[in-house]
Structures are given as C-alpha cells and as structure tokens.
C-alpha cells in the first residue's frame, strides 16, 4: 500500500527539516511527500528546497498567498492518486516505526478509514490520543497533558484523530469529500471526522504509531489567532454534524460550555473568542445549509454512543495552561 505525505508549511524554518528527516526516515519506505507551502517568507523555504534536491520523494507546490491549512491539504489531494495519505504537521516529529504501524492497521480494519496516532508532546505528556466527545459536544484530544502511564496502550475506536499526524484512506475522501475549506485552519479534522462517523466509517486509534508535536509552533499556542479559530470553527463542527436527537438533548450543555469559554478566555484577555463566536453565528445560514447535505447523507446518526461524560480532567489541563 502506497502512501503520500502531505505537509503544509508556513514559516516552519525552526522545525521542517527535523519533520521532514523524521518522514524520510521512516522503515516502511513506500511513500512519497508533498509539501504545500503557504508564501512562507522565513528560510523554510529553502530547507524545503534542499531536501528536495537530494531526495526524490519530495515535492513542492508553493502558493502565492497563506490559503490556511484546510485549502492547502485539498489542494494535495486533488493530484494524490495514492490509497492511502498521512497528514503531518511541519512541526511534527515521526517515529520511524510510524508509517510501518499505520499500514499495518490500514490493512487489518478495512472498515477504519482514519487512523489516529499517539502523539506526544516534547516533555513527554500526552498531546492526543484520538478524539473524545464529552457532554455539550465538546471535542477534545484524549489524554491532553496527562503522564503516560499505559491508559493508552490499547488500540481501540475513537470520536476522531489529530490531523497534526494521522492516516487516511483516500476512498474515504471519496466518500464524504475534503476538508471545509471555510475552517481555513483548526477543528477541520474534528469535522472531517465526524462527517466520516456518519457515514458509517471507523476510526482506530494506533498507539503504536508514535509521533511528537512542538504544537502551534506556526500560530502560537492559545494565541489570540488560535483562539478564534477553534472557538469558531468548534461551533460549525457541531451544528454541521451532530444529529438531531443528539443536540437537543446536548443543547444546554453546549450553551454552557460556550459561555464558560467566553468568561475563561475573556478573562485573560483573548478577547478574539468573543469574536469567533459572532462570526460562527453569522455564517449560520450557510452552515445550516451544509448540516442539511450532511445529514441526507448518514448512514449512522447514533453519535451519542460516542459521548463520554463531562471530560473534566481534559477541562482542567486546559485551565492550567492559562497564562
């Protein structure tokens, strides 16, 4: 089974080369990488451009302006004619097992059509082990900043991957289409993977596909810009996708849940949040308009097998990063 990487890059000069060297490294040597570049204007182009040379396994599209990352990745898969496709963060460092296990899995579950990694991050917590959805809708990465003490060391389903490093089959693209392009960037793998849950798709978690994340490193983490646009594009992913039956009943949780965001960000003073919030309310009508393709579509609406309590751990290690 072939696969294409796809890397989206945008002033990654201070860790492509290493993310880049980690793919190249890789056991299972079937593969190709495609790096999307979006007008970086730091020396990441140029790392890009040597390894490049001295590997023919990677090439280049350079864009003329920053298309976010949602738009760069489609843009990859519009010319990947391979069955399967890794998406790699520039600022992600691969196992060099990663790939080896990921095909593995892809050749075990055929009904899986996205495979999650353990993603770490570099002190050594937990960064993600698949997608969890708690009370009131809220998608967040499993284990976020928890010790590894073997809770993860089982394979298993989940709500969703982190797209920061995760596999998939390009039949499910096929499916039920790219990323939304909307998102621009953030929350488009929470929706990609809800929309692949409805239609009937599996997605398994390999904790034996081991990858580290610097996290952000392009926008910041917790910034005013990442803020804006996971707040937003949490509320598209939900009101997209969440069946019927199960929104009513989660709707005062949700309510809850995005006031609580408001108060906790406002008061430190990541005031964009309230912003995110307008401008989520104000594409209601298109978004209503694409629930409605969506939910034509699904073959399976029983996404409240997939809602696991309130999640506070996860909320708590959230409030802890506070700064």
Known sequence: MRTTFVVVNYNGEKYIERCMESILSQ???????LVVDNASTDKSVQIIRNIADRSSKVEVIRNDENVGFAKAVNQALELIDSSLIALVNNDVFLDNKW?????????NDLRAGIFASKIYFLNGLINSTGHAIYRGLAVME????????????????VAGAC????????KLFEDIGFF?????????????????????????YIPTAIAYH???????FLSDFSVYYNSRNWVWSV????????????????????????????????????????????????????????????????????????????LLNVVSLRG
């Open 99 to 107: 790939l080896e296990e990921m095909v593995k899995s892809a050749r």
């Open 27 to 33: 056991t299972c040597k079937k593969f190709r990488i």
């Open 180 to 204: 939304d392009e909307d998102y621009f960037m953030y929350n488009e793998d929470v929706d990609l993977s809800l929309r692949a849950i409805l239609r009937g798709w599996n997605i398994r």
């Open 142 to 157: 499993r284990g976020f900043f928890e010790r590894d003490l073997g809770q993860y060391d089982e394979t298993c389903y």
């Open 214 to 220: 610097v996290h952000s490193a392009s926008t910041g």
């Open 163 to 170: 797209a920061a490093a995760a596999l998939y089959r390009r």
């Open 239 to 314: 009101l997209k996708n969440v069946p019927t039956s199960v929104l009513v009943r989660e709707f005062p949780f949700f309510i809850a849940r995005n006031l609580t965001s408001i108060i906790f960000f406002c008061s430190s003073g990541r005031f964009s949040v309230l912003r995110s919030k307008i401008d989520a309310l104000r594409s209601i009508e298109k978004c209503l308009n694409k629930r409605r393709k969506i939910q034509e579509r699904k073959r399976f609406d029983r996404l409240d097998e997939y809602v696991e309590g309130f999640g506070w751990k996860s």
